[in-house]
């Protein structure tokens, strides 16, 4: 059976999921697309699923009978929306980071697929998927000892003007307040933000860069600098530090030179290449469980997680490096 899927928002990143369902991946075919900006789908039909039928109305498409399971990668303020839509409907949904952007708004889609009675959420968490962190949670399973600091850092060449600060958390860090604590298997306290002195290419209505230091119930304390105007490379940093011994998330592969007295190594610029494999595995594994009218990987319970830890850290934002407490309540069977 092949599964029909349904893309809403075609950007950047939907139009390269749906080159990845339609080109790399088996099993599965995008069927209908939807864009508020119409142009966009027309654009990934023409390049990328030229047998797609183009939906004006998302939640028709939604709700079409020759849509199996939803693909939401809009932009974030209008993803529970759709999400809740899909529980409602019954269909398996992959939603791009962020769930939702409250942690009120990643509360109802946990209600509601509890009330579904099963997965039906997939979120768009790809870095557990990376083969250096898959191996950096083994290296922190085994060599370096229960973890006591993590140093990680999340570099972006530069973002537009219409980046605020908030989104420096929301949009950026939501990445590592996945990731880490999927890594470290441990929950938030507290979290802190420390503003260096700005950088002169960050706009007017920014502050960059920024350093959020988070602490977890186990006693772990992470630093993360979030620098999304550092001009050289998309730039990904990852250090444990455990009682036995220290891992680092490797470096992309990239060919080494040794000219003109340098040893060099080139460094990306786009976070598409950087986590290419991940996209590819995430979705496959999303395709998989769908197929049985089901979701697997990141769950709603991680997104709501991360919208909960992400409120706490932009109001620490404003906080003047006091720390604000994360308080979560207990996790629902469901996602047990
Ligand atoms: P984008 O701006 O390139 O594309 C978003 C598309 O959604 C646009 O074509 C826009 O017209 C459309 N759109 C906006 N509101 C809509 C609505 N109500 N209904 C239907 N379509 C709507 O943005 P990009 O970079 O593709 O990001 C989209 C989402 O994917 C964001 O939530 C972002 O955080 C996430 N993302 C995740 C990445 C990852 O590494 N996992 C990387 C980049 C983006
Ligand atoms: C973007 O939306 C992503 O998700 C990228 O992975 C991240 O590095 C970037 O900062 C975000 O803007």
């Known amino acids: 059976m092949i599964l029909k899927i349904g893309v ?18 088996a099993g599965a075919r995008v069927t209908a697309l939807n864009d508020v900006n119409r142009a966009n789908a027309e654009t990934c039909q023409r390049d ?67 009330a579904a009675g099963r997965r039906l959420v997939q979120v768009g968490f790809m870095r557990r998927y990376d ?14 000892g229960a973890p006591l600091m993590v140093h990680a850092a999340h ?28 890594l470290l298997d441990d929950d938030y306290v507290s979290a802190r933000v420390f503003f260096p002195r700005k950088s002169p290419r960050a706009h007017e209505n920014l502050r960059d860069p920024q350093v959020v230091v988070l602490e977890t119930a ?54 598409k290449d950087r986590f290419i494999d991940s996209y590819d595995y ?11 009218g089901t979701a697997a990987g990141p769950t709603a319970w991680d997104g709501y997680v991360a919208a909960v830890t992400a409120d706490a850290c932009v109001a620490a934002q404003d906080a003047a490096g006091e720390a604000v407490a994360i308080d979560l309540p207990a996790r629902p069977a469901l996602y047990a």
């Open 282 to 292: 995430e979705l496959a594994d999303f395709l998989k469980a769908a197929a049985q």
């Open 131 to 144: 083969p250096g962190y898959v191996a950096l949670k083994k290296a922190v399973a085994g060599v370096t």
């Open 218 to 271: 186990g006693g772990v304390v992470i630093d993360v600098e979030v620098f999304v105007n550092c001009h050289y490379g998309y730039d990904i940093q990852c250090e444990i530090v455990g009682e036995d011994g220290i891992a680092r998330l490797p470096e992309p592969m990239g060919i080494q030179t040794r000219s003109g007295a340098v040893l060099g190594q080139p460094i990306l610029m786009d976070w």
């Open 8 to 25: 809403i928002g075609t950007g950047a990143i939907g139009q390269d999921h749906t080159r990845r369902i339609n080109r790399v991946l």
């Open 48 to 114: 990328h699923a030229p047998e797609a039928r183009i939906f004006d109305d998302a939640h028709a498409l939604i709700k079409d009978a020759d849509v199996d399971a939803i693909l939401v990668c809009s932009w974030g303020q209008t993803h529970e929306d759709y999400v809740l839509a899909a529980i409602a409907a019954g269909k398996p949904c992959f939603c791009e980071k962020p769930l939702a952007t409250t942690a009120e708004g990643a509360k109802r889609i946990v209600e509601a697929e509890q």
């Open 155 to 182: 570099r972006n060449p530069r973002v537009g003007e219409n980046y605020l600060t908030p989104m420096a958390i929301h949009d950026t860090l939501i990445h590592e307040i996945d990731v880490l604590r999927w």
